[in-house]
C-alpha cells in the first residue's frame, strides 16, 4: 500500500533531493531530519558551542547591506529540501575556525533550516569549496 503520508509532511520533500536514493525513516513512515549530510557535519561542531551562528538572516543582510564583504551565500542545489533547506551561508572569519583550531581566514559555512528558522553548522570552506 502506498505511504498515506501527504507531501506537507517530509516525505515528499526528501525524495526530492537529488542523489539521495532513500530517505532515513525514523520508523514512523517519517523520514529522519535534518538530513544525512547535515546530521552528520552538525555532530562534528555540537562539542564547539562558538560554531553557533545566532544573527538573523535580518541583521546578516544588514551588514551586507552596509558592505561587510564577510558573508556568502547561495542555493544548496542538489542538497536542497525544498521549503525546509534551500540555501547555505558562509561566513568570514568565524569564531568557531579557532576554536576548532583552524585557520581563521576560511569561512564557517552553514546551511539555513527555514522550519526551524536557524542556521545549521555544516562545515568550513576549505574542505566544502562553496566560496572562491
Known amino acids: 500500500m ?29 523520514p529522519a531530519w535534518p538530513p544525512r549530510w547535515l546530521k552528520e557535519s552538525e555532530e562534528r561542531f555540537e562539542r564547539y558551542p562558538t560554531c553557533q551562528e545566532t544573527r538573523t538572516w535580518a541583521a546578516i543582510l544588514q551588514e551586507i547591506r552596509g558592505g561587510s564583504q564577510n558573508f556568502k551565500t547561495g542555493g544548496l542545489g542538489k542538497l536542497r529540501v525544498k521549503g525546509e533547506m534551500e540555501i547555505w551561508l558562509c561566513v568570514y572569519g568565524h569564531p568557531c575556525l579557532q576554536a576548532m583550531g583552524g585557520q581563521g581566514n576560511d ?9 526551524g528558522n536557524k542556521f545549521r553548522p555544516w562545515g568550513i570552506n576549505s574542505e566544502l569549496k562553496l566560496c572562491r
Open 2 to 30: 502506498a505511504n498515506a503520508l501527504s507531501c506537507a509532511d517530509r516525505t515528499c520533500r526528501c525524495s526530492q533531493v537529488v542523489g539521495v536514493s532513500t530517505c532515513p525513516d525514523t520508523g514512523n513512515g517519517v
Open 107 to 115: 569561512w564557517m559555512c552553514y546551511a539555513f533550516d527555514k522550519s
